[in-house]
């Protein structure tokens, strides 16, 4: 009698020191720690770029647009764009996965109600003892499973299941840098578009005189017919390229309306000339791309997803401790169905350590491998990325601010050019090709600096873009 409490004792002894080794939590999982990166000075090249500790991109885009029209429709776009809307869906999805991963520490539970009819065969060897063949058995189950998470399997799951929110939170949020991004320079383009179809306009008036004026010279003996064609011919050119500007804006106004998730249509706007972002380019320092860049965040998350996950391919080789319950209300009869003497229950625990499986586990664990290492090479990808994506803006900026100061001075010459060639003509003193070489010029100065303008505000829309501003 006392060898048996004996081992009964030892049982409960080493029962109690699993259930210690439980809840202390003796995880083969490791936890997940930033790999090594190249210097975050080094990602982009900022060789005489102004650097301060408050970056562009932590500046709201309500703040930085100062247009009222562009305001408005970029705050359409953030409510009604379809790639919006489709990764708001896809955060849903992520965040019914992390819900679960959460409730993975809870046990699982079930009920479930079974009536049985059986007819035994007369010519069995049970059915030839028994008068009666047929019975019915009525029972009312509940049914527990719960696994313990010695090895933290289950906490790496959880883990895995909350980047995979939070990565899917950063493609939300770079899915609205971009929509700002590109709402912005559309704007700014249609903008330009206009500017240029004024210049155009005006440009055919100036050549429509010009053709009666030509056609005097010609009758006073000054000029040839040739001088009369030519001057028809750049009138009509200017007349084409009108027809090109205005089927410019009428496709860009069209790709307006897609990036607001609206049917196409004329949208209002102001001028190209009243255009200023008063916000100072900022950089901020360069480990602010670590915590702006939305893509860059989104990387990381999905680093530390596969980094989980490799965790728990490992913790499959150790073995599971489970514990399994069921009890509840069976009785042969309906009517006593919920006496008590028609309770029952049992438990059983188990410790299961997988031996052959068909190489299953190594499989899983060497793919989980392999996509943590793809993982950390996205990441860091994404980071040489955004630095060059950086530096690219920033280049840009400066070189078009000079560049703009080279288009305005060369207007104003060829704009002098062409009166004078104009006068020139008038009084004999010149050709008409030099007329209609300085008018040539001047519009098409007149085009360039116009598109200097825009690419002075694109390039600050791609700098915060490139920072990544405007999900905040």
Not at 54 to 80: C, H, M, P, R
Not at 409 to 428: F, H, I, P, T
Not at 439 to 459: K, P
Request: overall charge negative; some cysteine.
């Amino acid at each position: 009698m006392k060898s048996i409490l004996k081992y009964k004792n030892l049982g409960k002894t080493i029962l109690l020191g699993l259930v210690l080794l439980t809840l202390q939590s003796c995880f083969v999982a490791k936890e997940y720690t930033r790999s090594e990166l190249p210097e975050t000075e080094a990602l982009y090249r900022t060789e005489n770029l102004p650097t301060d500790s408050l970056s562009i991109a932590d500046v709201s885009w309500e703040t930085l647009f100062t247009d009222s029209y562009l305001k408005e429709y970029i705050k359409e776009g953030l409510q009604n764009n379809m790639d919006v809307r489709i990764a708001i869906q896809q955060m849903a999805m992520a965040q019914a996965y992390a819900k679960q991963g959460k409730a993975g520490y809870l046990p699982s539970v079930d009920i479930g109600a079974n009536v049985t009819h059986q007819e035994l065969s007369k010519n069995s060897q049970f059915g030839a003892f028994l008068t009666n063949t047929s019975s019915d058995q009525f029972d009312l189950t509940a049914n527990l499973s719960w696994e313990a998470d010695i090895w933290g399997k289950i906490r790496s799951n959880k883990r895995a299941t909350q980047a995979a929110y939070l990565q899917s939170v950063s493609g939300h949020q770079v899915v609205k840098t971009q929509l700002i991004s590109s709402i912005a320079n559309t704007y700014y383009n249609l903008l330009a578009l206009d500017a240029q179809l004024q210049v155009t306009k005006e440009t055919i008036a100036t050549r429509d005189s010009s053709v009666t004026t030509i056609k005097a010279l010609k009758e006073a003996g000054q000029v040839t017919q040739v001088a009369v064609d030519q001057n028809i011919a750049q009138y009509n050119s200017a007349r084409a390229l009108q027809v090109d500007i205005e089927t410019a804006i009428f496709k860009t106004e069209n790709t307006l309306s897609i990036l607001l998730g609206k049917a196409p249509q004329h949208f209002e706007r102001n001028a190209l000339a009243i255009q200023k972002i008063d916000q100072d380019i900022q950089l901020g320092v360069p480990a602010t791309l670590l915590s702006n860049r939305p893509d860059v965040m989104a990387a990381e998350y999905g680093l530390i997803q596969s980094f989980e996950l490799t965790n728990v391919a490992r913790s499959n080789f150790y073995p599971s401790l489970t514990l399994t319950a069921s009890g509840g209300f069976q009785s042969l009869e309906l009517d006593q169905l919920l006496n008590a003497n028609s309770l029952f229950a049992n438990i059983v625990g188990g410790l299961t350590q997988p031996l052959f499986n068909q190489r299953r586990l190594k499989t899983q664990k060497e793919v989980a491998i392999a996509q943590q290492e793809q993982a950390l090479l996205q990441f860091k990808k994404s980071l040489l990325i955004a630095g060059s994506e950086v530096s690219n803006a920033l280049f840009s900026y400066e070189s078009e601010t000079k560049k703009y100061e080279f288009r305005k001075n060369e207007v104003e010459a060829l704009r002098a050019a062409e009166s004078n060639s104009e006068e020139l003509l008038k009084n004999g003193y010149a050709n008409y090709l030099d007329l209609l070489t300085a008018r040539q010029s001047a519009l098409s100065a007149e085009l360039n600096i116009i598109d200097s303008q825009l690419q002075q505000l694109v390039s600050i829309v791609d700098l915060y873009e490139a920072l990544g501003g405007g999900w905040k």
